[in-house]
């Protein structure tokens, strides 16, 4: 039977299984006389036949059906996995975590999943689709939900390894499905180096959120105020980080895809050196430095709901500039404690920089207020000493 013309297809006695025309070696364009709808058909290198009905207008003729055919099919036979896997966006980004924990990466296979959760939650349409039906539009109208209340940045962040992990399942993973349609222009934004809104908090704004949050948190974001660390960098440290001789405390950071670690030893001051000293206590080894609620390390979603209640908590009865600013994070200690060493406690800014593992740039462009003060006292200094 020839479904490429219409007349002849109009002949077609209804039945359930399509009449069917061959594409090419293993692919075929099928059509059910009846409904009159269109169906694609490949059979993979193991023998199995897997089908697709195409989203077409009934009044699609056979060029608009075979178009339709032949970009589905040129996906699903593009995957490198001999037998062609078909599910939804979330069962796709479960099948990336499964590849991570089987490569031994099981700190990156629970940073990302901390990720998803928030990306693509169970109800999200997005995460509902099947990925080869996902084109940009879904993409698009998923990643303005996910804007909602959240800085570019960070957005920015969450597609990222989004769509890493779907490219991941149709590169490697057998899925089928295009990466075009997830590939988005990142969103411009004028943030600082976190990722987040630069929220600077006094010190007063500083000891009532960790007044308000529970003891394992407060020990975290008290370890950040001691050190300046970014979140990430603290929430990996282990106990032999510790040198509480030397009075320092060594942390790393990776900034950037393919970037060697970097590591720094921190100074602390006498009171951080108790505070390591306490937290350190009766534990030796790779152990955390410092615990979170749950006895391993802290995550990002940890410490980011932890601080959020905290804030609520420490507003619900402060006015004025006792008040915890809103977008506040774990980078706000950070910020605390370069201004504080740059404006009260007078340290130079290549210092700050050095010890805060960041470049004087980024001490310019986002401290400049501070250096000011700090530098008139070392001038007043200098002409006092003449």
Known sequence: MDITKQKDREKLPARREPYWHTLGHGRA??????PGTWVARLTTNDGSKITKALKLDLSADYNAAKK???????????????TVRRGTVRSALGAYLRYLRSMGWRDTARAARGMFRVAVKRDDPFGLMLLEDVAQEDTEAWRKRLRKGRAARSVNRYVRQVVAALNKAVGKLGYTGNPNAWTLEALADDLDESGDTAVFLTAEQRDRLIAYAPPTLAAYLQGLAHTGARPSELAKAVVTDFDAIGGTITVRHRKGKGAKLKARAVALSDAGIAFFKAQSRARIGKAPLIVSAEGGHWNRTQWSRGIRAAATEANKKAKGAQRIPTGVSAYSFRHCRISELLQIHGVDPLTVAAQSGTSFVMIERFYLKFIPSAMREKLNAAKAAT
């Open 29 to 34: 364009l099928g059509y059910r006389a009846g």
């Open 68 to 82: 339709a055919a032949e970009t589905w099919l040129g996906l699903a036979a593009g995957t490198a996995r001999r």
